[in-house]
């Protein structure tokens, strides 16, 4: 469910037209609602409040400052994975007891960072890095926090790029080498090792591969009790799948009833790293049409959006819904393309779709996650604005890039 409806046959973000957003800030724009933003956060968090986890919110899914200040306001933590997202958190004024850091391949300096700044934990992705912390932690005079990240070696059922919880990943630390780390715990003296992480994976949905992973590691968890290692936190990761097209993927409500039974098991705190079930559909893309053009093949609707704006559909084959802004009953079949040079820009093919002329604007639905915070420069492009509604209320929350923004950093 969201907030991007048509009234008398027009686009409408909460109480505010879309084209009036298009025409007043231009485009290509990203525009969140406010409240499908927070309505997807409290649903979940409301699913699971038998076991009241900290829902660390993924920074790397959408991570404008305005998106992570509305959700700490709410209660919610952050999942980052690098030290510009720990930067974020900071600027955005997230507890530093409320972060979580991931990432498989943390320096020094961003180490050095999360343990002066007092981090809740790190989700520790092999032995080398555990030492590595261990090492940093010692010259602070700290004890820090880890958990260890374990690779479950389950299929989580969706595309391969976005699959993270397979012994063929990067990610984590199987089992077995889990359990010589743990066994070994007291040698790290300058970590607290209090918990263990999965993350299997992303837009998955099913709950059966979220089921395999929690009870993988419950078990394991069972096995370090009868040697007397008792942990304090499980984290169970993100990935929660969303509607784009026609997915049923399991509601909030669903996925809680089916863990939170093995999750009790465990006696443990329970953290979770949603990002795209909270902003998934709490973003659109609004793209103003340039040019139709017809070849001897296709039809092609030339768009003022690309894959720079939004590169799920080149990255993934993701698919995204297109909506005209004004509503049409005469339907065509086209290719939806942006203006960069490579053909794999573009963001829908053979779709049946609104016809549109030039000028018109169309919306590219359910972009709030890995829309924006993915978004580059490629083919010296600006990138886009973005704006957040709230019933009437209408935010810049990032300005559109200059030509000048381009060159910044560049010296001759
Ligand atoms: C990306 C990521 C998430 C969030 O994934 P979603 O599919 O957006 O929920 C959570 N945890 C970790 C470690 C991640 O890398």
Redesign the pocket.
Known sequence: MHEFKYRNNQLYCENVLVGRLAKTFGTPLYIYSYHTLIDHYLKLKSAFSKINPLICY?V??NSNLSILKALIAKGAGL?I?SGGELFRAQKAACPAGKIVY?SVGKTDKEIFAAISKGILFF?VESLAELKNINRIARGLNKITRVAI?INPDVEAKTHKY?S?GKLTNKFGIDLDSAYKILLLRTKFRNLNICGL?I?I????TQSAPFVEAIKKVSNFIQRLKVKGIVLEYLNI????GIIYDHEAPQTAQLYADEIIPLLKKTGLKIIM?????IV?NAGILVVKVLYIKHTPKKKFIIVDGGMNDLIRPALYCAYHNIWPLVKNAKVEKADVVGPICESGDFLAKERLMAKVKEGDYLAVMSTG??GFSMSSNYNSRPRAAEVMVAKDKVLVIRKRESCEDLIRNEII
């Open positions: 993924s790397k899914a999942d994975v991931a989700n990240r976005i993270t992480h993350h994976g992303s837009q998955i990761g993100g990935g929660l790293e949603p990002g795209r079930f998934g996650a890995y």
